[in-house]
């Protein structure tokens, strides 16, 4: 069983930046394991937003984030990041971890909620 927490989430103006933190209780982080990012907005379905996976450091993003977001992974604290650079009103959201063993690997379905393992969530607010 993989427990993940996030943190760093608060509230921000538009322009603004803010750093999420996912810490993992296994080594799952520097294993062989995806990582991602999704988020899930009042009346909306969850999303998508970052993955990586650890074994060759390649990550990828979902279109409404590219050049602003960017995911990173600390292996010796088990730990991955998402730092959110200009930020919108739009990216409002509560914002979950995932961790899954190989479905970033499934480019047609890695950005979608079918991730194994979910952390509970830190809430982002943007206002304008």
């Known amino acids: 069983q993989v427990q993940l927490v996030e943190s760093g989430g608060g509230s921000v103006q538009a322009g603004g930046s803010l750093r999420l933190s996912c810490a993992a209780s296994r080594n799952t982080v520097s294993s062989t394991y995806c990582m991602g990012w999704f988020r899930q907005a009042p009346g909306k379905e969850r999303e998508g937003v970052a993955g990586?996976?650890?074994?060759?450091?390649?990550?990828y993003y979902a279109d409404s984030v590219k050049g602003r977001f960017a995911i990173s992974r600390d292996n010796a604290k088990n730990t991955v990041y998402l730092q959110m650079n200009s930020l919108k009103p739009e990216d409002t959201a509560m914002y979950y971890c995932?961790?899954?063993?190989?479905?970033?690997?499934?480019?047609?379905?890695?950005?979608?909620?079918?991730?194994?393992?979910w952390g509970q969530g830190t809430q982002v607010t943007v206002s304008s």
């Open positions: 995932a961790a899954d063993s190989a479905i970033c690997l499934r480019p047609l379905v890695r950005l979608d909620p079918l991730w194994d393992y």
């Open positions: 990586i996976y650890s074994a060759i450091s390649s990550a």
